[in-house]
């Protein structure tokens, strides 16, 4: 298991040393106790509706886990995009405040899931012939807040994390060849815990041994300087039309239409 501190959001300085240093950071207090309630409650109906309509055997990230895809038209994923406690972090992180949203989702494992893979949620964008530059050489082009929404244990199948592995050249391994101190690599945190990721950091799921889901929300946000031919366009204007001026903001690439 690894040995995860607890970060709490106004520890800005703290926080942004350790998410560059190991490629994540573990932060409380970022959702009020109203905040997480909601948040829980949108993802037990998101849960309830996919599986009525998907079995566990179609599940999209393999038996029994799920991606909630993209979610940013409901309010309790509304509620993650211009979080104070959040956006402080994500400023600092960036060096700057013209970073904007990438979307809002998050995942969840049932029981019976097995581990997953290790990976990384982003591919090499530079392309470089002379291999001098890749993605790993640069700051963090993106990075993505999980919500836990129940306490993550090793039983209902937490997410397991490579510390300082969102900037190695080295190739992930496979599940077969992957060495037992990474499969252990566990962080266990209580609800409403935010894990600040760079999405390049290597990461995967565990097995689900409990009976009870596994769900975490997300919100993901792109360095200014990143920019992606596909963007996610699903906000419709009658949405973005309610969101306060940060949040609409943030969310100017993701109109419907655009």
């Given amino acids: 298991m690894l040995d995860v501190e607890l970060v709490h959001y106004s520890e800005v300085e703290r926080a942004t040393a350790i998410f560059h ?27 309830s509706e ?9 599940a999209n990230r393999g038996y029994a886990r799920y991606s909630f895809g993209s979610q940013i038209h409901h309010p309790e994923w509304t509620q ?10 994500v400023e600092h992180i960036f060096g700057s405040d013209a970073f904007y949203c990438s979307g809002a989702g998050g995942d ?51 997410i397991r994390f490579i510390p300082c592995t969102h900037r190695t050249r080295q190739p992930i391994p496979s599940l077969d060849d992957e060495p037992n101190w990474m499969k252990q690599s ?15 950091c ?12 596994r769900p975490m929300t ?19 204007p009658s949405i973005y039309d309610m969101l306060s001026p940060r949040a609409a903001e943030l969310c100017r690439n993701m109109i419907i239409g655009d």
Wanted: aromatic letters at 10%; proline letters at 5%; glycine letters at 6%.
């Fill in 50 to 58: 996919q599986l009525t309509a998907i079995s566990l055997e179609k």
């Fill in 108 to 158: 969840y494992s049932m029981p019976g899931a097995k581990i997953q893979h290790l990976h990384s949620d982003i591919r090499e964008f530079f392309h470089d012939p002379l291999n001098k530059v890749t993605y790993q050489d640069v700051p963090t082009p993106m990075l993505v807040i999980n919500f836990l929404m129940v306490d993550f244990t090793e039983a209902n199948g937490t």
């Fill in 80 to 89: 993650l995009i211009d979080l104070p406690t959040v956006l402080s972090l």
């Fill in 218 to 236: 997300s919100v993901g946000y792109y360095a200014p300087w990143f920019h992606r031919t596909r963007l996610d366009h699903s906000m419709s």
């Fill in 186 to 200: 566990i962080l266990c945190a209580p609800a409403g815990t935010a894990i600040f990721r760079d999405v390049r």
């Fill in 21 to 47: 240093r190991d490629g994540f950071v573990a932060i409380e207090g970022t959702l009020s106790s109203k905040q997480l309630r909601f948040a829980q409650e949108g993802a037990r109906r998101v849960i």
């Fill in 202 to 213: 290597w990461h995967g799921g565990t097995a689900n041994k409990s009976d009870e889901h």
